[in-house]
């Protein structure tokens, strides 16, 4: 089947989410990648599918040390962060529901990053009988997959700056 790649290149800066610098940039982050999910799906009824922790980034205006590793103004007091917008790039695989919002089960391919997958999608794909009768990729799964996101993330980095554990 002969497939189109587009590549887009846009002026928005970003770094990866795990760049974060306390979590509440982190869970700020987060909170601007769902918004864009959100006018993606209701918008342009176009689901992501593939949402994963290099799929998500933190907006910073110009790809400078400056703004990846922020200092932090202590004249603003304790309550002071960087908020950073989330941004949610790479919608390849993202799938057009504008004009037929059915999904045949032969055009599900498993898509997406493995550790962020929804059960339900996984299950369908194993062909688990507990995962119930087809219905199709839908905004639940994506919405579940940044609750596993940000729990893999959470329990795996161990502070700012990609830590890791």
Not at 9 to 20: L, V
Not at 40 to 47: A, D, E, F, I
Not at 68 to 90: A, E, F, R, S, T
Not at 126 to 150: I, K, R, S
Request: hydrophobic share 40%; proline share 5%.
């Amino acid at each position: 089947k002969d497939h189109l790649h587009l590549r887009a290149a846009f002026t928005e800066c970003g770094i990866s989410i795990t760049w974060f610098s306390c979590a509440r940039e982190f869970f700020n982050t987060m909170m601007g990648a769902i918004v864009g999910h959100f006018n993606g799906y209701v918008c342009q009824k176009v689901l992501q599918y593939d949402i994963s922790d290099t799929n998500i980034w933190m907006w910073i205006p110009k790809p400078e040390l400056e703004f990846i590793v922020p200092d932090w103004l202590k004249d603003k007091g304790p309550c002071w962060y960087p908020k950073q917008m989330g941004l949610l790039g790479n919608w390849g695989y993202g799938k057009d529901f504008s004009s037929n919002p059915s999904v045949q089960r032969e055009n599900l391919a498993f898509q997406g990053t493995f550790p962020f997958q929804a059960m339900q999608l996984m299950a369908w794909e194993g062909g688990l009988h507990w995962a119930g009768p087809f219905t199709g990729h839908t905004v639940q799964h994506d919405l579940e997959v940044v609750v596993w996101l940000m729990w893999m993330l959470c329990i795996n980095l161990d502070g700012p700056f990609n830590r890791q554990v």
